[in-house]
């Protein structure tokens, strides 16, 4: 079992950062891919970036390329989402999920991950 918690969520203008958290529980953190989704009001959770367990494989969404930065801290249990540039179409509830996924293609999916965090709130105003 993989308990997910998410923090650093909040509110800032077009333009600003944010740094989300994601602590998981667990010995085996580092053997879980972990990814970053996105669900804004009446639209359908979509995928924002994942890293597979290794490090060797980084994925992004196209609308989040070169704003973006998902990294890890296997000694701390923690996956980061460090979102530059933000803007008003960023506003969602973030969740980030872990499982063990081993395949690129894999990586991009809701159903890849086994867990869930409760999700974090990040509103980008203009």
């Known amino acids: 079992q993989v308990q997910l918690v998410e923090s650093g969520g909040g509110a800032v203008q077009a333009g600003g950062s944010l740094r989300l958290s994601c602590a998981a529980s667990g010995r085996t953190f580092s053997l879980y891919s972990m990814g970053w989704f996105r669900q804004a009001p009446g639209k359908e959770r979509e995928f924002v970036a994942a890293?597979?367990?290794?490090?060797?494989?980084?994925l992004y969404a196209d609308s989040v390329k070169g704003r973006f930065t998902i990294s890890r801290d296997n000694a701390k249990n923690t996956v980061y989402l460090q979102m530059n540039g933000l803007k008003p179409e960023d506003t969602a509830v973030y969740y980030c999920?872990?499982?063990?996924?081993?395949?690129?293609?894999?990586?991009?999916?809701?159903?890849?991950?086994?867990?869930w965090g409760q999700g974090t709130q990040v509103t980008v105003s203009s």
């Open positions: 890293r597979d367990w290794s490090g060797g494989t980084i």
């Open positions: 999920a872990a499982g063990r996924v081993y395949t690129r293609l894999v990586l991009t999916t809701i159903t890849g991950y086994e867990y």
